[in-house]
């Protein structure tokens, strides 16, 4: 069983910055695709950023090309989702999945992903 536990959310101004994290378990950290999902009220969960096993290749969703970066630290079996020019519209909890898949591919789909942390919430005011 991999446990995934997010940190870091939290209330900031527009154009203002956080950095999530994220830990997982697991012996086999370095077959794990990481990813972020973000989902805000009455909308449905969306596919954030995501960094491949072999951290040789990240997938970003088109809002956030530019803003958010993903990093992952092999040595502590951590990801990271540093956010900068946050906007309103960021405003959602903010989900770490993994799934064990070795290779470069990156899943966009929440189904494909098996753990999943508990949330932690970004809220950006205007």
């Known amino acids: 069983q991999v446990q995934v536990v997010e940190s870091g959310g939290g209330l900031v101004e527009a154009g203002g910055s956080l950095r999530l994290s994220c830990a997982a378990s697991g012996r086999t950290w370095r077959s794990y695709v990481m990813a972020w999902f973000r989902q805000a009220p009455g909308k449905e969960r969306e596919f954030v950023a995501g960094?491949?096993?072999?951290?040789?290749?990240?997938l970003y969703e088109d809002s956030v090309k530019g803003r958010f970066t993903i990093s992952r630290d092999n040595a502590k079996n951590t990801v990271y989702l540093e956010m900068n020019s946050l906007k309103p519209e960021d405003t959602a909890v903010y989900y770490c999945a993994a799934v064990i898949l070795p290779g470069v591919a990156i899943p966009r789909r929440w189904n494909e992903y098996r753990y999943w942390g508990q949330g932690t919430q970004v809220t950006v005011s205007s």
């Open positions: 960094s491949s096993g072999s951290s040789l290749s990240t």
